[in-house]
């Protein structure tokens, strides 16, 4: 059975970033199952696992435009301290929730001084070249329910 659309497939991978050094890994858990062509995955990463069947391995490098999109500048914004009054020891690295027009947005905190606090609203994978280490470890039909809710359906979950 091959990859496409509206197949549930399940994968082993490691992201690493241009210099090796590992971002995520599915190593150590059970295999990432995620429902084909409905954009769960990153795009570049969907296109290269479509038409792959159980057992095969791949490597996908992902620029950035079909990753996590270039870092944007603009999503930096320097707001004052005083927005933090109630944020005890803020630091730089620190990441919170901020509702706006597109829905839950993670902004991190990436300068302080005295006065002032630089959040950036880029995904933290932004502007990154991405290598995927892929191995297709099954790929099944879809069931009804998974359709609907337009994702997978791991055994024993029920959401
Ligand atoms: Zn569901």
């Known amino acids: ?11 082993d991978y490691t992201l690493t970033d ?3 050094e590992i971002l995520d890994t599915s190593d150590g858990n059970d295999p990432l199952s ?9 795009p570049g990463l969907e296109v290269a696992l479509e038409g ?17 999109g270039e870092r944007n500048e603009q999503l930096r914004q320097t707001v004052s301290r005083e927005n933090f009054a109630d944020v005890d020891d ?14 839950d947005t993670v902004v991190t905190v990436v300068e302080i001084d005295d006065d002032n606090v630089t959040l950036d609203a880029n995904h933290e ?4 070249t991405l290598h995927f280490d892929v191995t297709v470890r099954e790929v099944r039909e879809a069931t ?4 609907e809710h ?9 959401h």
């Open 1 to 11: 059975m091959q990859v496409s659309k509206n197949m549930v497939v399940a994968i």
């Open 18 to 20: 241009v210099a090796g």
């Open 34 to 42: 995620y429902l084909h062509g409905v954009g769960n995955l990153l």
């Open 52 to 68: 792959k069947s159980a057992g095969q391995q791949l490597q996908v490098t992902i620029p950035p435009s079909q990753g996590y």
């Open 90 to 103: 803020i630091a730089i690295g620190m990441q919170f929730q901020v509702d706006d027009d597109d829905g």
């Open 125 to 128: 994978l932004a502007g990154m």
């Open 144 to 147: 009804a329910e998974e359709l």
């Open 150 to 158: 337009g994702h997978a359906h791991e055994p024993g979950c029920d």
